[in-house]
């Protein structure tokens, strides 16, 4: 199942209800709650957490589009969408804000970003960009299997360097989606903690990262991905899915010290099968998760969660588990901020509908 | 990665919508419970699927532009009262999720792309570059009046499903990159009507050259 790359990262840059990556990485690491109690629906009686960027609410031009097009602004200037400069665009919700606005009777230029295909259309008509674009969409883990494409096309030579963009920006579509789940609720989530109930909440976030064959500081080491398909929400009680995903980069990573970014959103079940699957593979590991302060950023999560990573590295400290408490489900859990001195990577995992896995390790070189 | 064998190849050429006998005959590949919450495409996947007998190692592409559609618009419909059940296939990829949760078949990835003259292009590029020995590729897309009217989904119902592998034991046809190619794009709708009819197919690459499906 394992896929051992020789790509490295290059640039990598994330947006969140926190602020730049810096600032998220800064406000993380002091232990700051981006969420807060948020209306889900406009008649609701409920509160819901939400690390929101601007209000909940679909409007024209839709909220997701300028601090997209500012934060890939950010990205090396290069011929992005040309045929040595692929680019891969990964979300789980692109422009579904704008189709629920025009179901609802907003104005028709709604109708025009509101598939896949059009909201990325629309960046890349302010970016420029050419039309060697590809779009993969598997709910939270999309941002991780852009990332696998992405390295499969540089080690097919198909690329010298490929741009990995994902964003994902709450609406009421998805807020009241989650909530008629019943798994997003009044209750602040606090992943890994040992309750007598589980919540999620959700957060605002994009990302990209810019991947190439040539060195860097960072190298992703390792990829591997896992589809249980055994339940559309729930994973196999065995565990066997998270086992799955993790093995690969245990081997990868040899023995070598690392500390596991989980995808931990607050539910129970899997906090307690993904922390003992995570103890199994790297004794001794810590295992922390950001969604009790960024919420869960959904299909960017994976490239969001990237970028703080590699920045706690640059500045030699990783957020612990912000937002949860003792007792933890697990004893691997890290609930405070610690050093990066003696850690040769980190392994970043995360979970979807319909049982997918998908995990990435990331050293520094 | 410059080329796959076609061991399996189903396709169900485009219609507006299945008609109900066909529905009816489509629910029989599952229990009653089940086929109730299928909607034209999943239906259409598990009829194209159903013969393919993967394995745990094997990677699935899902290539299809508008995925859920009838569960989208059922979905939206619901508001102010969101329907969880809708919503949670409304997410892609719906359509291939459910059949191979109700079939149980873990699977070391599934991609789900979406796109739209390049998709079938940047589908068939994905499984040539997949490691894996055996790549699933399904195609499809379902009518939904709503959407359609709007352009915001497709006129039309179809579907078509490749199993792709690296051997050319059983092939039927052969995929192959050509660097230096040179070819129009084709639709994923066009190609469910080509594979039905058993046609070869060359679709033209947004990174340059084309993929050619051969069949032997």
């Known amino acids: 199942m394992s896929a051992p790359t020789d790509v490295f990262l290059h640039a990598c840059a994330c947006r969140t209800a926190l602020g730049d990556t810096h600032e998220t990485w800064q406000a993380l ?25 601007g209000d909940l609410a679909e409007c024209e031009p839709p909220r997701w589009l300028a601090p997209s097009i500012a934060l890939l602004q950010a990205a090396p200037d290069r011929p992005w ?42 960046i890349a008509e302010q970016l420029g960009w050419g039309p060697n674009r590809s779009i993969i969409s598997n709910a939270c883990v999309s941002a ?113 010290r690392v500390w596991v970014k989980g995808h931990g959103t607050g539910t129970l079940e899997a906090a307690r099968l993904e922390s003992a699957a995570a103890h199994a593979a790297f004794p001794g590991a810590p295992l922390v998760s ?22 706690a590295f640059r500045q030699g400290r990783a957020p612990g588990t912000v937002g949860a408490a003792a007792p933890y489900v697990s004893q691997n859990v890290q609930g405070d901020a610690f050093t990066l001195d003696d850690f040769y990577g980190v392994v970043l ?13 990331l050293i520094r070189e | 990665m410059n080329k796959r064998y076609a061991t399996v190849i189903s396709a ?34 598990g009829e194209l699927t159903k013969n393919t007998a993967p394995e745990p190692a094997d990677e699935w592409l899902f290539a299809s532009e508008f995925g859920g559609a009838v569960s989208l618009d059922k979905y939206l419909g619901s508001f102010p009262n969101p329907s969880p059940l809708h919503f949670q296939n409304s997410i892609h990829p719906g359509p291939l999720d459910l059949i191979n949760v109700i079939r149980r078949l873990p699977a070391r990835q599934l991609t789900p792309m979406i796109g739209g003259e390049n998709l079938l292009g940047n589908a068939l590029l994905a499984a040539l570059i997949s490691p894996a020995d055996t790549v699933h590729l399904v195609i499809g897309e379902e009518y939904s009046a709503w959407a359609s009217e709007q352009s915001l989904g497709s ?12 051997k050319a034991e059983h092939a039927m046809a052969e995929l192959v990159h050509e660097p230096e190619g040179n070819a129009p794009t084709v639709s994923t709708q066009e190609t469910a009507e080509l594979l039905a009819h058993q046609k070869p197919l060359t679709t033209g690459l947004p990174s340059g050259g084309a993929i050619r499906l051969q069949w032997r």
């Open chain 1, 349 to 361: 995992v995360s979970s979807a509908f319909g049982g997918a896995h998908a995990g990435h390790l």
């Open chain 2, 155 to 166: 006129d039309f119902t179809f579907g078509a499903y490749l199993k792709l592998s690296q």
């Open chain 1, 144 to 256: 991780q299997l852009g990332l696998i494409h992405a390295e499969r096309l540089l080690a097919n030579d198909l690329a010298d360097e490929v741009l990995v963009f994902s964003f994902d920006y709450l609406s009421h579509f998805v807020v009241g989606g989650f909530h008629s789940l019943k798994i997003l609720n009044n209750d602040f989530p606090q992943p890994y903690s040992d309750r007598e109930t589980g919540s999620i909440a959700l957060g605002d976030g994009a990302g990209f990262a810019v991947l190439s064959r040539a060195p860097s500081g960072f190298r992703l080491a390792a990829s591997s991905s896992h589809s249980e398909f055994h339940h559309m929400t729930g994973n196999d009680p065995s565990g066997v899915g998270f086992k799955a995903v993790l093995a690969p980069l245990a081997e990868a990573a040899n023995g070598q």
């Open chain 1, 29 to 53: 690491t002091d232990g700051q709650i981006a969420l807060r109690a948020t209306q889900p629906l406009p008649d609701s009686d409920d509160r819901v957490p939400l690390a929101l960027t």
């Open chain 1, 81 to 122: 969408g040309d045929p040595r400069h692929p680019i891969v665009i990964t979300s789980s919700n692109f422009g579904i804000d704008q189709m629920l606005a025009f179901h609802q009777g907003q104005t028709d230029a709604c109708r025009h970003r509101a598939t896949a295909v059009s909201a990325t259309q629309a």
């Open chain 2, 12 to 45: 169900y050429a485009p219609v507006q919508e299945i008609s109900d006998e066909q529905r009816k005959a489509l629910r029989q590949n599952f229990k009653p419970l089940a086929a109730r919450r299928l909607t034209s495409l999943p239906l259409l996947i």
């Open chain 1, 290 to 311: 950001w969604k009790g302060s960024l919420g869960h950023t959904l299909g960017s999560c994976g490239l969001i969660e990237l970028a703080i990573a590699a920045e």
